[in-house]
């Protein structure tokens, strides 16, 4: 069990049988009355995001969490399939389930999984990914005035405003958490 004393940013909880994930938190001290902690928690099913206020020293529980890595294998139906590269055992995860990671995923790649009480729910992707250009259109000379941009499909079917020097079968550096291009990869 946790307490409030222990909350931190990115502290798996549970709460009435489901997984959340601290956002953020605030110790508060008022003048009158006790000290409590209000935090904002993402479910880790549903991705639902809620404020909650504990009074100071409540407890809550640790969610049956366990991470595994897997291989990503491919897409079918919308449906992700993953397979543990120890037991050849295979999972799958819905699209609404893996929200944006989905842009990141390429066959092949190992990739951490998520599962709460022996069932998959989501993928943690690393911060940053290399990516192919699948197709771009050639930048214009001389269009360069307040660095200029152009879309980019990539090879998850992601698109991306890159630098007009950018083509097709560039790989590219991808910030996971923004979706932006950081650099092109030598």
């Known amino acids: 069990m946790y307490s409030t004393p222990d909350f931190r940013k990115g502290l798996k909880i549970e709460l009435n049988g489901e997984p959340f994930v601290i956002v953020d938190f605030l110790h508060v001290k008022p003048g009158k009355g006790g000290a409590f902690v209000r935090t ?57 389930q893996l929200g944006d990671s989905r842009n990141y995923l390429q066959e092949n790649v190992e990739i951490t999984v998520l599962f709460h009480n022996g069932k998959p729910i989501g993928v943690d992707v690393p911060i940053f990914v290399e990516l192919r250009v699948a197709s771009t259109e050639p930048g214009v000379k001389g269009d360069t005035a307040g660095g200029a941009t152009k879309p980019a499909t990539l090879e998850t079917g992601m698109t991306v405003q890159v630098p007009l020097f950018i083509n097709e079968g560039d790989v590219l550096k991808i910030d996971t958490r923004t979706g932006k291009y950081i650099e092109r990869v030598r």
Not at 66 to 94: H, I, N, P, R, V
Request: aromatic fraction near 14%.
């Open 40 to 96: 904002t928690l993402k479910s880790l099913l549903t991705g639902n995001v809620i404020d909650r206020t504990f009074r100071s020293g409540e407890k809550v529980d640790k969610p049956d969490l366990e991470e595994k890595t897997m291989q990503y294998l491919y897409e079918s139906d919308g449906q992700f399939y993953f397979m543990d590269s120890e037991t050849y055992e295979q999972s799958f995860l819905t699209e609404d």
